[in-house]
C-alpha cells in the first residue's frame, strides 16, 4: 500500500488525529476545576484564620462608617463556621450566605455534570428572579439593622 500508512489507514503524511475522549472530557472539565480550587483555597484560609480574632480582616466600610450591618457582614465568620462544620452559627452569622455556599455546590455539580458530558451549562435568570433575590436581600438588611432583628445579626 503505497502512500498510506499502514497502522493507521490513513495517507502518510496525515499525523493529526482527534483527542481522545478522555482528553477532551479533561480539557472541558478544566475550568470547573480551577474554580473548585479556587473556592476551597478560600474557604481553607478562612477556615484556618479565624475571623473571630480582631485584625486579620479588614472592618466593613459601612459598619464602620454608619453603624449598620450590609447584607454581607458576617459572610466570614459564616464561612468559617461553616468549614467547622458549625451549621448553626453559620447560619446565625449570615443565613444569605450559606443559602449561597449550598447554591454555588448545587450550580458546580450541575457545571461538572454538563461539561463532562459535553453539553453547555446554560444559567437563564429571568429578570424577576433577579429582582426576587435582590428584594429579599434587601428586606435581610432592613431586618437586621432594626431593633426587632437583633437574632439576625453576625
Known amino acids: ?41 478560600a474557604f481553607a484560609y478562612v477556615g484556618s484564620v479565624d475571623p473571630n480574632e480582631p485584625g486579620h480582616y479588614p472592618v466593613c466600610p459601612l459598619l464602620r462608617f454608619t453603624g449598620l450591618y450590609c447584607p454581607g457582614c458576617g459572610g466570614l465568620r459564616s464561612a468559617h463556621a461553616f468549614v ?48 426576587t433575590l435582590g428584594t429579599l436581600l434587601l428586606v435581610f438588611t432592613v431586618v437586621r439593622n432594626l431593633p426587632f432583628g437583633g437574632w439576625l445579626l453576625p
Not at 90 to 119: D, E, K, M, Q, S
Open 1 to 41: 500500500m503505497r502512500g498510506v500508512d499502514a497502522e493507521s489507514r490513513k495517507p502518510a503524511g496525515s499525523t493529526i488525529a482527534p483527542p481522545p475522549r478522555a482528553t477532551a472530557v479533561a480539557a472541558r472539565l478544566a475550568v470547573p476545576a480551577g474554580v473548585l480550587t479556587a473556592v476551597v483555597g
Open 84 to 131: 467547622h462544620g458549625d451549621v448553626l452559627t453559620a447560619l446565625h452569622a449570615n443565613a444569605p450566605a450559606v443559602l449561597g455556599y449550598v447554591g454555588f455546590a448545587v450550580l458546580w455539580t450541575v457545571w461538572v455534570i454538563r461539561a463532562a458530558r459535553g453539553r453547555p451549562v446554560r444559567v437563564d435568570l429571568a429578570p424577576v428572579h433577579l429582582w
